[in-house]
């Protein structure tokens, strides 16, 4: 079977600059927050258009520290969806923290601004947004909610990175922005790797201090923190893949496009809104016949992946926090029907053109 994501591909367009990036680190013989690190948190920063960013060891780790500099902790809650993965979650119990879930948008699968407001108690701290599969979360909506409250707005762009909304880049938006860069992701490295980005100086030197064992250096400890630094060799790989970003994730859009056009009536395909600039780290399609088509595409040595099988609130891992079935029901039948097909900027039309057929086919005999 064909890998669901072709890196390699990828990797033989820039293999001599990765290489000689790589010589560059090995020569210097720096490999722990370096000048590569350094560089990178500046074209971020230029790219993203904000004051601060901050490298750090992965995205879980992103929003773990950025929770932590905000001072959310115990007795607090944050307001969030409950279609994610689970390091959303993770980090908000990490702090000591409550999630508090709310349903999600039927057509994008972002949290549904909407009902934000209901959720929000004496408790609440923040809304942790997730901008989940590459599409930008209705960030005018929340924000305009957080600003009414005075609460932090946190945004998990981890799948995100380009994506924009209303002109803006998201993670540029919010208190702070979250970014992992898995090697899956649009902008991925060869390892894990994440980042957070602020306008908020202050903020960005908590996180600073934090992901260095809470110290600024010499061995000078302000308070008890992490080791969550993103090493040299990652820094100077992303810095290479920055340069191609943009290219990158329109042809993701691209494929994302044929994919609509072959697959348009037939199943629910990815909505993209009025103002948004979706980067498609996944292509997801929605049908009542999601389990059929996967094993037909299985049969046929297409990958597909269900992202995700089980909302955040049924997971077992956290039924302490008291949810059930019929909680949040769109988040619910969306986990029943959605579907992941093969997207990545390499990906040969063809390619795209075969497994839509796949699908069609597949919907003929029922």
Known sequence: ?????????????????????????????????????????????????????VAVASGTDALHLALKALGIGKGDEVVTTPFTFFATIEAILYVGATPVFVDIDGETYNINPDLIEEKITSNTKAVLAVHIFGAPADMI??????????????????????????????????????????PSKNLGCFGDGGMVVTNNSEIAEKIRILRNHGSRGGYIHETVGFNSRLDEIQASILRVKLKYIDKYNELRRKKAAL?????????????????SYHVYHLYSIRSP??????????????????????????????????????????????????????IYPEIPEEEVFYISQCILKCLENF
């Open 1 to 53: 079977m064909k890998p669901f994501v072709d890196l390699k591909s990828q990797y033989l367009t820039i293999k001599e600059e990765i290489l000689e990036a790589l010589e560059g680190v090995l020569e210097s013989s720096q490999y722990i927050l370096g000048k590569n690190v350094k560089a990178f948190e500046e074209e971020v920063k230029n790219y993203l258009d904000v004051k601060e960013a």
């Open 259 to 275: 994919y609509n056009q072959y697959l348009s009536g037939k199943v629910i395909t990815p909505k993209e809104k009025e103002g």
């Open 141 to 182: 909506k929340i924000k305009t909610v957080a600003d009414k409250y005075g609460i932090y707005l946190v945004e998990d762009a981890a799948q995100a990175f380009g994506a924009m909304i209303g002109g803006r880049k998201v993670g540029s938006i919010g208190d702070v922005g979250c970014f992992s860069f898995y």
């Open 289 to 342: 016949l999601r389990d059929k088509i996967r094993d037909l595409l299985k049969v046929q040595g297409i990958p597909s992946v269900v992202y995700y099988p089980l909302p955040m609130h049924l997971q077992k891992a956290i039924s302490f926090l008291g949810y059930k079935e019929g909680d949040f029901p769109v988040a619910e039948q969306v986990s029943k029907e959605i579907l992941s097909l093969p």
